[in-house]
T-cell receptor, first 111, second 108 residues
């Protein structure tokens, strides 16, 4: 079973502060993804990566940065957190021609 | 912008009834996936269904690429099937795009 972990599992941040969400996978997958989920909505793609040291913008990248320092780790960075970034964030990984494996999610509340 | 539309948005069934969930795509794709999510939980892959029909237990997914649609059939629903079902497609370039989901409630 693919293993994807996220930290922290929940976080309260202040408006204008910096937030870093971390994702770690132990499955040697090439592709990793960051999504946000808002109440009553599906997942929206923020950033993704198909190789270490390279990231790509998804559908809603504004206000977010991503970092992929190694194949196993993929971080999402909110340099200046805003109220509108309150959401649940999911990380996922996959290999080519296979399904995605998701982490448990991080609940972020920006006050 | 690539889009995924799911219907119905919500569905209430009595235990034992069957469910049919629909997914349509704004572009042609040959990579379709169905996921399940409990409230507040992580997504779990149900079926990875490039084309045709694929079955797993009480779940059957049918994807018709040329019509840009996929469906998920749940037979003999159980209370534990309650949750959100999400459809996703790959438009290319390693991206995966999700629909907004169908919220299913199965009552006794």
């Amino acid at each position: 079973e693919a293993a994807v972990t996220q930290s922290p599992r929940s976080k309260v941040a202040v408006t204008g502060g910096k937030v870093t969400l971390s994702c770690h996978q132990t499955n040697n997958h090439d592709y990793m993804y960051w999504y946000r989920q808002d109440t009553g909505h599906g997942l929206r793609l923020i950033h993704y990566s198909y190789v270490a040291d390279s990231t790509e913008k998804g559908d809603i990248p504004d206000g977010y940065k991503a970092s992929r320092p190694s194949q196993e780790n993929f971080s999402l960075i909110l340099e200046l957190a805003s109220l509108s970034q309150t959401a649940v964030y999911f990380c996922a990984s996959r290999s080519n021609q296979d399904t995605q494996y998701f982490g448990p999610g991080t609940r972020l509340l920006v006050l | 912008e690539q889009q995924v539309q799911q219907s119905p948005a919500s569905l209430v069934l009595q235990e034992g009834e069957n469910a049919e969930l629909q997914c349509s795509f704004s572009i042609f794709t040959n990579q379709v996936q169905w996921f399940y999510q409990r409230p507040g939980g992580r997504l779990v892959s149900l079926l990875y269904n490039p084309s045709g029909t694929k079955q797993s237990g009480r779940l059957t997914s049918t994807t018709v690429i040329k019509e840009r649609r996929s469906s998920l059939h749940i037979s003999s629903s159980q209370i534990t099937d309650s949750g959100t079902y999400l459809c996703a497609m790959e438009p290319g370039g390693y991206k995966v795009v999700f629909g907004s989901g169908t919220r299913l409630l199965v009552s006794p």
